[in-house]
T-cell receptor, first 115, second 114 residues
């Protein structure tokens, strides 16, 4: 059973470009979470999605950021018109359900560098 | 605002030492507390704690939760260089709602010298 997969592992963008980060949850997992880790900081929750639904996006910046988890295919975190402050590691986690006792399993992250 | 605070922020020890990492929290709807180990890639799950006073063990690692005092400790005995990592504490504060949103502390950077 493959773990959570993210790609690309490293992404370099110039200011103003778009970044698209992909996350394939573990097989059988239908809940996906995105977290951002800024340099020298802990992970910060961004958004929680189930298939075709955004459940909680309270941690997403109001502008330029969007996320989706289509019926088929990976979850996508999209950052439009990137700025230097978007440089961070973006982690995706998945779980089979959100009952007490369920653990979130993390992917290897995508390290975004904005030049 | 929900808050998870870890201490110390960094720790340097020698192989064979025992270390204790601390995590305190203030959250509105506590459901569980989790410890993760992060090396150069994905945080890997160590423990999930939901009940006070019950120690969880895995090899040289152990952890316990105090829900009255709102903290948890992670102990590592007989440390090895492979224990060098960032140790993350997170609280699942979804409570009665149906999602597992984690609030993370800033992490403790542990360095174990040979």
């Amino acid at each position: 059973n493959a773990g959570v997969m993210q790609n690309p592992r490293h992404l370099v963008r110039r200011r103003g470009q778009e970044a698209r980060l992909r996350c394939s949850p573990m097989k059988g997992h239908s809940h996906v979470y995105w977290y951002r880790q800024l340099p020298e900081e802990g992970l910060k929750f961004m958004v929680y999605l189930q298939k075709e639904n955004i459940i909680d996006e309270s941690g997403m910046p109001k502008e330029r950021f969007s996320a989706e988890f289509p019926k088929e295919g990976p979850s996508i975190l999209r950052i439009q018109q990137v700025v230097r402050g978007d440089s961070a590691a973006y982690f995706c986690a998945s779980s089979p359900r959100t009952l007490p006792g369920e653990t979130q399993y993390f992917g290897p992250g995508t390290r975004l560098l904005v030049l | 605002e929900d808050k998870v605070v870890q201490s110390p922020l960094s720790l340097v020890v020698h192989e064979g030492d025992t270390v204790t990492l601390n995590c305190s929290y203030e959250v509105t709807n506590f459901r569980s507390l989790l410890w993760y180990k992060q090396e150069k890639k994905a945080p890997t799950f160590l423990f999930m704690l939901t009940s006070s006073g019950i120690e969880k063990k895995s090899g040289r690692l152990s952890s316990i939760l105090d829900k009255k005092e709102l903290f948890s400790i992670l102990n590592i005995t007989a440390t090895q260089t492979g224990d060098s990592a960032i140790y993350l504490c997170a609280v699942d504060n979804a409570g009665g709602t149906s999602y597992g949103k984690l609030t993370f502390g800033q992490g403790t950077i542990l360095t174990v010298h040979p």
